[in-house]
């Protein structure tokens, strides 16, 4: 910022006085310049609304799109979203996270239906406009892939906070109760799991174990963040289970089979499972553990000198509401309380800052979340100590950012 | 919804057993159906999410749009918001109502100056990097143009909830406080006033009490439901003054001037001013009060036969919190408490729900809401009592919709 002296035309000087965190925003080396004068877009009409009766982003923001996973197929994969331009909690729908195993379907509403059979005493059938009707819920809950982040499991990889944490975004979803709809159709005595397919060509398939579902709220959404669900999403209708990791979210959901034990699907035999140490694999492993990371300064960001910077990032569990964010600049020797942003929301995104002064030398930034339940964000040794190196879902370890001298901002294992 | 039965095939049947609300779903018309076989959808690879890095809605959802008011130039007027589509409390960016009063200028991240001027001890000029390296809050809050409603003063005239209501729509924003800003600036003692002029053609220009305005967390916003503020919203800085009249939430801003008084111009003067009964204006009338609208179901919808319906709408008051809100089916006469969905949150919209049981009679349904500090939403005949009929703004008086014998759902006045 630029302080203009009437008598001695502009000079710098940089202030922040009246700030009540008490950090101080010292000179930088930005040229001095003068008031401006009337720009050329308030010379004349400005852009007709028209054009958009759906809103788009400026074309400044360009970059700030989805990164898509390299794959084998051009129809699946996973396309990540980009933490590091992100502010807040909620993420904008066309920047939602995706993971898909068969390209998206295209599934017209009146077209779409839902069936709902096993271990039930009335086989259903519903329509979209059968689910609508039905009494709605709304809650604002993150999702994240439980394969995120699984590529810092062994060396740092990811160039970008999008690259290493961009399977995680969060939304405001709509929808009416798994409860509802199991109470039509009424559930058998016995009846311990669901297992929910979706309508897309994988016809992918995880079992739920039912309590907990319903415990936690499970949700058959047809909106988010106020719209219709996208159609990378599950449009028109998906399974929203709070905390429960991404893939068991079912998208396009198109079958619910009441059984007495799991399907032991594809998903949850073949994938989605921890290879542990001595060979066995863990499974069913569904609730995302408690993590944070630092969006910004994070990883290919550069900072523009020495002085006040605010460290920001976002922290979640899956088991409820973050209690705490420390965060260090030493590399974990010492940490600070972050003041975590509110209202705070149990199985959402938390924005959390912390003001810090650059001194100009190397410094690595981390964070460590603790949520509800006293459960802390473990380091990546200690991680890597409980699963070894061949596990690759549910990597929640302490993302570590180095400030180099010259202010780059690199991924590094510390 | 259809209940198959194996034995004798599928045949119709609705109950709603176990539903917590205790409302119940009774048979409608709609035909029987056998269970789905393989959709074609899942017979073949789906769409390749490539090829939208930044995500659009689905297709089939084509109509849920903004509508423009008709004006009498082409880079000149309003669009609003389709709530009659929408779920839950946030507006989507894409769907975020808006008012222009020269169209929408094209300004450039690095080309973005703020000047602070007038009574500070410091003139300065921000550049957006500036703005955006000092210390960040974020909120969720409600906008709504005071114009909303206007055109019902008098007679019911919106055909739909988005005609009626649209210009009101519900963001979570990020940006630095204005206390931080004016505190660098350093404010002069006897300064009481703040002139913000944004940066499109018609250099809207409004002056704001400073006290209130930092009482209530004012906001220089560059981010809205995670993402840079879209173009029609003010890009890349606008105002963000939490329950204030719309018009006061200047977009693109471009100079903060520090005064002893209000700048008495032409858009707190000629408009943005309540004519009185008695040929005198009401000025300056900020905040905007507690209101509500019912938005399913409500004007131009259909309902669909007899039976179970959930009455769904919003609440929202520029003092604060919504306490409570109370629905009516039979035009005033008795009411009945909505359900609040959760959290509640101050000056942001809060999405109510009350089940309700349509016998196919003709029903007048009427929502009112109060918020914490008491205040009822008043009739139109109270507001009328107190403003006369040539006022314009500030409209939030009790809305009714008339559900016809035919299911068909108009605009009334009762």
Redesign the interface.
């Given at each position: 910022?630029?302080?203009?002296n009437?008598r001695r035309g502009?000079r710098r000087?940089h202030?922040?006085?009246?700030?009540?965190?008490g950090?101080v925003?010292v000179p930088s080396a930005?040229a001095t310049?003068a008031?401006?004068a009337i720009?050329s877009?308030?010379?004349?009409?400005?852009?007709?609304?028209?054009a958009?009766?759906?809103?788009?982003?400026?074309?400044?923001?360009a970059e700030?799109?989805?990164?898509?996973m390299k794959s084998r197929?051009?129809?699946?994969?996973a396309?990540f979203t980009p933490l590091q331009?992100?502010?807040?909690?909620?993420?904008?729908?066309?920047?939602?996270y995706?993971r898909?195993h068969?390209?998206?379907?295209?599934?017209?509403?009146a077209?779409y239906?839902l069936?709902v059979?096993g271990m039930v005493d009335?086989?259903?059938?519903?329509?979209l406009?059968?689910l609508k009707?039905?009494?709605?819920?709304?809650a604002r809950h993150f999702m994240e892939c439980s394969g995120n982040s699984g590529t810092e499991w062994t060396k740092p990889t990811g160039r970008t906070v999008q690259e290493t944490h961009g399977l995680l975004s969060c939304s405001?979803?709509?929808g009416t109760k798994l409860?509802?709809v199991?109470?039509?159709a009424?559930v058998k005595p016995g009846a311990g799991w669901c297992v929910a397919e979706g309508?897309?060509?994988a016809?992918l398939d995880r079992s739920i174990p039912l309590e907990h579902a319903l415990k936690i709220g499970a949700m058959l959404a047809?909106?988010q963040?106020?719209?219709?669900?996208?159609?990378?999403q599950g449009?028109?209708v998906r399974l929203v289970l709070p905390g429960f990791e991404g893939n068991t979210n079912i998208k396009w959901l198109?079958h619910l089979e009441l059984r007495r034990g799991p399907a032991m699907s594809k998903e949850e035999t073949a994938y989605y499972t921890e290879l542990l140490p001595d060979g066995k694999a863990e499974q069913f492993n569904f609730v995302m553990r408690a993590k944070s990371v630092i969006t910004y300064p994070s990883g290919s960001q550069k900072l523009?000198g020495t002085g006040?910077?605010?460290i920001?990032g976002l922290a979640w569990s899956g088991s409820g509401r973050i209690k705490a964010v420390d965060v260090s600049v030493d590399g974990g020797k010492t940490w600070q309380p972050a003041t975590l942003?509110g209202?705070i929301?149990p199985i959402c995104l938390t924005?959390f800052?912390l003001?810090w002064r650059w001194n100009g030398g190397s410094a690595v930034l981390q964070s460590r979340a603790v949520d509800e339940t006293g459960y802390v964000q473990p380091t990546l040794k200690s991680l890597v100590g409980q699963y070894g190196l061949h596990a690759h879902y549910h990597n929640n370890a302490i993302q570590s950012w180095q400030v180099e001298t010259s202010g780059d901002v690199i991924n590094v294992h510390a």
């Amino acid at each position: 910022m630029t302080v203009i002296n009437p008598r001695r035309g502009p000079r710098r000087r940089h202030v922040l006085e009246g700030l009540a965190a008490g950090a101080v925003l010292v000179p930088s080396a930005r040229a001095t310049e003068a008031p401006p004068a009337i720009p050329s877009w308030m010379q004349a009409q400005g852009a007709d609304v028209n054009a958009h009766p759906y809103g788009q982003p400026a074309a400044f923001e360009a970059e700030v799109v989805r990164e898509r996973m390299k794959s084998r197929t051009l129809t699946a994969g996973a396309s990540f979203t980009p933490l590091q331009h992100l502010h807040g909690t909620i993420t904008p729908n066309g920047l939602f996270y995706e993971r898909d195993h068969g390209g998206v379907p295209t599934i017209g509403p009146a077209a779409y239906r839902l069936l709902v059979d096993g271990m039930v005493d009335r086989p259903m059938i519903f329509t979209l406009s059968d689910l609508k009707r039905l009494p709605a819920v709304s809650a604002r809950h993150f999702m994240e892939c439980s394969g995120n982040s699984g590529t810092e499991w062994t060396k740092p990889t990811g160039r970008t906070v999008q690259e290493t944490h961009g399977l995680l975004s969060c939304s405001e979803w709509t929808g009416t109760k798994l409860e509802i709809v199991l109470g039509i159709a009424g559930v058998k005595p016995g009846a311990g799991w669901c297992v929910a397919e979706g309508g897309d060509a994988a016809a992918l398939d995880r079992s739920i174990p039912l309590e907990h579902a319903l415990k936690i709220g499970a949700m058959l959404a047809y909106a988010q963040n106020g719209e219709a669900l996208r159609p990378e999403q599950g449009y028109p209708v998906r399974l929203v289970l709070p905390g429960f990791e991404g893939n068991t979210n079912i998208k396009w959901l198109r079958h619910l089979e009441l059984r007495r034990g799991p399907a032991m699907s594809k998903e949850e035999t073949a994938y989605y499972t921890e290879l542990l140490p001595d060979g066995k694999a863990e499974q069913f492993n569904f609730v995302m553990r408690a993590k944070s990371v630092i969006t910004y300064p994070s990883g290919s960001q550069k900072l523009d000198g020495t002085g006040f910077y605010e460290i920001s990032g976002l922290a979640w569990s899956g088991s409820g509401r973050i209690k705490a964010v420390d965060v260090s600049v030493d590399g974990g020797k010492t940490w600070q309380p972050a003041t975590l942003q509110g209202p705070i929301e149990p199985i959402c995104l938390t924005r959390f800052r912390l003001p810090w002064r650059w001194n100009g030398g190397s410094a690595v930034l981390q964070s460590r979340a603790v949520d509800e339940t006293g459960y802390v964000q473990p380091t990546l040794k200690s991680l890597v100590g409980q699963y070894g190196l061949h596990a690759h879902y549910h990597n929640n370890a302490i993302q570590s950012w180095q400030v180099e001298t010259s202010g780059d901002v690199i991924n590094v294992h510390a």
